[in-house]
């Protein structure tokens, strides 16, 4: 199973999600998007796998969303997008593509639906938070 994750490793999901799939036997392709950047195809692409707007990949915190005037509901998808491609910190992240879907891991432990197979457990958010118990189950 071939597992792309769209990372940032400055962010706490998004470690998590890498060690999610990494405890489940799988090695992803990492692909940090901030040093490589986006096209607007590739995200009008993955938005639509995902089954989810611009709007709703805009990530607000910690961005220049608000400085740029993205946070209005009044601006349109096509300005959303050419202000990602400008700067890439807008896109929610992780975006995950698997055999299964595409996904914006939002919380960490969405990536499991997109695996074959579950990790061995226990597996731990950073947090401490468990996403698999001792027995190998999901924890709800």
Known sequence: MTIAVYHNPDC???RNVVRIIEAAGIQPV???YLETGWTRAQLLGLF???DITPR???RTKKTPAEELGLLDPSVD????????VDHPILVNRPIVC???GVRLCR???AVLNLLDRLPM????????????????????
């Open 12 to 14: 706490g999901t998004s």
């Open 107 to 109: 919380p960490s432990e």
């Open 48 to 50: 639509a796998a995902a």
């Open 56 to 58: 709703q990949a805009l």
């Open 30 to 32: 990492v692909i940090e």
């Open 77 to 84: 998808d096509e300005t959303l997008l050419a202000a990602m």
């Open 98 to 100: 698997s055999p299964r």
């Open 121 to 140: 457990g226990p597996v731990y958010k950073e947090d401490g938070e468990a996403v698999i118990d001792a027995d190998g189950q999901r924890v709800a």
